[in-house]
């Protein structure tokens, strides 16, 4: 089975559909641009593949998710506003989470990490 997520003009991801994998073969092999036309003749709209095992585009496409055509990756939304993103496509705090202590949560008001209650 292969994954294709519909993504809108903002490229948020608006929902992610399974197709066989018998309607994404070309010449024997499997092919996006294949897949990506049968989800267009289902259902319209601009489509591209995700993978279940972050196999391509880093991570798997959910409802809400923003696709990067620059880095051609697939990512959660922002956390918090303080949080970048970093080559790996994932969200990173301003400072690192303590490595004892804990269990921590991330206060975006001050901008660290604090001690869940």
């Given amino acids: 089975m292969a994954h294709f997520a519909e993504i809108d003009n903002n490229n948020v991801v608006l929902r992610v559909i ?3 994998n018998e309607d994404i073969i070309k010449d024997g092999i499997e092919d996006e641009a294949t897949g990506i036309a049968f989800c267009q003749s289902l ?3 601009n489509w591209k593949q995700t993978s279940y095992n972050n196999n391509i585009r880093y991570h798997y496409a959910g409802i809400g998710y923003i696709y990067d055509p620059d880095r051609n990756a697939f990512y959660s ?3 918090y506003p303080s949080w970048t993103l ?3 496509c994932d969200w990173e705090a301003p400072i ?3 490595e004892t202590g804990g269990p921590w949560i991330w206060d975006e008001a001050t901008l660290s990490w604090i ?3």
């Fill in 96 to 98: 690192p989470i303590p």
């Fill in 86 to 88: 970093n080559d790996s």
């Fill in 43 to 45: 259902l319209g709209g």
């Fill in 18 to 20: 399974t197709v066989s």
């Fill in 77 to 79: 939304p922002s956390p």
């Fill in 115 to 117: 001690v869940a209650e």
